[in-house]
């Protein structure tokens, strides 16, 4: 009986980190948003099953991957999980569409949303 109560009081670590992935996904989406809309330049992200990294390209269409300022430095995911790849055009000052990117991980579904003026926001499931 105690092992159980013991067992239920443990943090589910793997939630934890899927949690704080998630919001620091969407707090660098929205950094690269108003980045890119100060400095007048185009960013892309790219999310997918590895990760998510940021990149910028040249006037000849040539990729040139961020890592400075360390926030737009590749990053993985720390637990297994599905989303479906997505490259996202992040600068523009509105956009016509939202844009929603889905995470699954176990049972549990979680939303990125970016609204017509380019924020995003976390939703957890």
């Known amino acids: ?17 899927w949690k704080s992935r998630l919001e620091q996904l ?10 890119a809309v100060s400095r007048g330049t185009p960013v892309w992200a790219v999310v997918d099953q590895s990760g998510w ?7 000849f269409e040539n990729v040139q991957l961020l890592s400075q300022p360390q926030a737009f430095a590749p990053t993985a995911w720390e637990i297994p999980l599905k989303v479906n790849p997505q490259e ?7 956009y016509p569409e939202t844009k929603i990117l ?3 991980y ?20």
């Open 26 to 35: 969407t707090t660098t989406l929205n950094f690269a948003q108003d980045e």
């Open 102 to 104: 889905t995470f699954i």
């Open 88 to 94: 996202l055009r992040l600068g523009d000052d509105s």
């Open 53 to 59: 990294r940021f990149f910028r390209r040249d006037r």
């Open 1 to 17: 009986m105690l092992a159980s109560l013991a067992s239920l009081a443990l943090p589910n670590r793997e939630g934890q980190q």
């Open 106 to 125: 176990d049972d549990r579904t979680a939303q990125i949303q970016r609204d017509r003026f380019g924020r995003f926001r976390l939703e957890l499931r």
